[in-house]
């Protein structure tokens, strides 16, 4: 079985772009959530989807937005980049919230 | 909001010998679950163990093993007969019984395993 897929690995934009990143589930998963990680503020709870609704959201700007489609397939945007959104995102997924949890090997962004 | 401290940024090991990894938690809430996950440099999250706050027993996993002190709000993993496969960053995880996937994390133990 497939484990969760992130693409791109990395990705390069400047301030003020947007950015699209996209996450696969495990096959069969319908929970996927989002994870920010950085050297300062370390790992931080973005988003959580189940069954194209979002369940829960973390502390972050609007800029940061989200969505399930109804394959379970994940992606989150972030608008208006700035330098410190530089950081690995992380997708994981699970079959139902509360089960256990996989995880992606994430997208490192790099806004210059 | 729940918080996750760890104490020590970087720890190292013999290979085979037995090391000590700390986690100390903050909650009001009284049904939770704890975690630990590595992260080798491949940067995907493994799980290593997993602990409901409900079960007085410690959890263990092959070689790993926690000792949680809910009163204390503890939860240290111990790492024996370590292997060079073992060295990654280790990250503490709280995740509340009652809100999804939400997992607080702590800082992280980088871990060195010394052949």
């Known amino acids: 079985k497939a484990g969760v897929t992130q693409t791109p690995r990395y990705l390069i934009k400047t301030r003020g772009q947007q950015v699209t990143l996209s996450c696969s589930p495990i096959s069969g998963h319908r929970s996927v959530s989002w994870y920010q990680q950085t050297p300062g503020q370390g790992l931080q709870f973005l988003f959580e989807y189940f069954s194209e609704t979002q369940r829960n959201k973390g502390n972050f700007p609007g800029r940061f937005s989200g969505r399930q489609f109804s394959n379970s397939r994940s992606e989150m945007n972030v608008s208006t980049l700035e330098l410190g959104d530089s950081a690995l995102y992380l997708c994981?997924?699970?079959?139902?919230?509360?089960?256990?949890?996989?995880f992606g090997s994430g997208t490192q962004l790099s806004v210059l | 909001a729940q918080t996750v401290t760890q104490s020590q940024p970087e720890m190292s090991v013999q290979e085979a010998e037995t090391v000590t990894l700390s986690c100390t938690y903050d909650t009001s809430e009284s049904d939770y679950y704890l975690f630990w996950y590595k992260q080798p440099p491949s940067r995907q999250m493994i799980l290593v163990i997993r602990?409901?706050?409900?079960?007085?027993q410690n959890a263990t996993e092959n070689r790993f093993s926690v000792n949680f002190q809910k009163a204390a709000k503890s939860f240290s993993l111990k790492i024996s007969d370590s292997q060079l496969g073992d060295a990654a960053m280790y990250f503490c995880a709280y995740r509340s019984a009652w809100v999804g996937n939400q997992f607080y994390f702590g800082t992280g133990t980088s871990l060195t395993v010394i052949p």
């Open positions: 994981a997924s699970s079959s139902r919230p509360n089960e256990k949890l996989f």
């Open positions: 602990q409901e706050a409900y079960k007085q």
